[in-house]
């Protein structure tokens, strides 16, 4: 089946601790995005890649980092100047262009920083 | 900067009301624009999306949006709601950079 997986589905850390997220997709998705949802405020975006090894700040990147070796993987990187790790993270996926498709969304990963 | 707005955090509906969700965005020139819902434990769907053309657009499971460029709105909108239509909804838009921005989403509870 074609689509995006993430694991793991829960993550917990300790506090000062790094922790990368996975993210893959089987779709042949030029651009994939990674989002940040906090109860209230909806999805915030915290980086996005539109090719490999390329990538762009989203709004909240700060404490983050991403990288694109491969155009099927996408891991997002939660570092520990990260303020308030703790969240539901999404990835997802599109073609590019002039006449994007909408975005498809993996299930999500929970991370719990204690 | 670009960005979109959703007015209304949490609807409460009985069966059968009417549904409009409201959602404004800033972005100037050609936009595309899109409705996600979240059921409660599964991931994010589609269920529809504006890029051009006809400005009411219809998508899955009886809902539509119209898309009014001078009240930069894309309203959601369903004539009979039902008790499974419980949801999280997110408006969205992109420009041509591809840089989507989401709504902080409206939680919809219908009451059956």
């Known amino acids: 089946d074609g689509g995006i997986t993430q694991s793991p589905k829960y993550l917990f850390r300790k506090e000062g601790q790094n922790v990368t997220l996975s993210c893959e997709q089987n779709?042949?998705?030029?651009?994939m995005y990674w989002y940040r949802q906090d109860p209230g405020q909806g999805l915030r975006l915290i980086y996005y890649?539109?090719?490999?090894?390329?990538?762009q700040k989203g709004d909240i990147a700060e404490g983050y980092s991403v990288s694109r070796e491969k155009k099927e993987s996408f891991p997002l990187t939660v570092t520990s100047a990260q303020k308030n790790p703790t969240a539901f993270y999404l990835c997802?996926?599109?073609?590019?262009?002039?006449?994007?498709?909408?975005?498809?969304f993996g299930p999500g990963t929970r991370l719990t920083v204690l | 900067a670009q960005s979109v707005s959703q007015h209304n955090h949490h609807v409460i509906l009985s069966e059968a009301a009417s549904l409009e969700l409201g959602c404004n965005y800033s972005?100037?020139?050609?936009?595309?624009l899109f409705w996600y819902v979240q059921y409660p434990g599964q991931h994010l769907q589609l269920l529809l999306k504006?890029?051009?053309?006809?400005?009411l657009v219809k998508g899955i499971k009886g809902f539509e949006a119209e898309f009014i460029k001078s009240k930069f709105s894309f309203n959601l909108r369903k004539p009979s709601v039902q008790w499974s239509d419980t949801a999280e909804y997110f408006c969205?838009?992109?420009?041509?950079?591809?840089?989507?921005?989401f709504g902080a989403g409206t939680r919809l509870t219908v009451k059956p």
């Open positions: 997802a996926s599109s073609t590019t262009g002039t006449s994007p498709l909408a975005q498809y």
């Open positions: 779709l042949n998705h030029d651009a």
């Open positions: 504006y890029f051009s053309g006809d400005p």
């Open positions: 972005y100037g020139g050609t936009v595309n």
């Open positions: 890649s539109q090719i490999v090894n390329d990538f």
């Open positions: 969205a838009g992109r420009a041509n950079n591809n840089d989507m921005r």
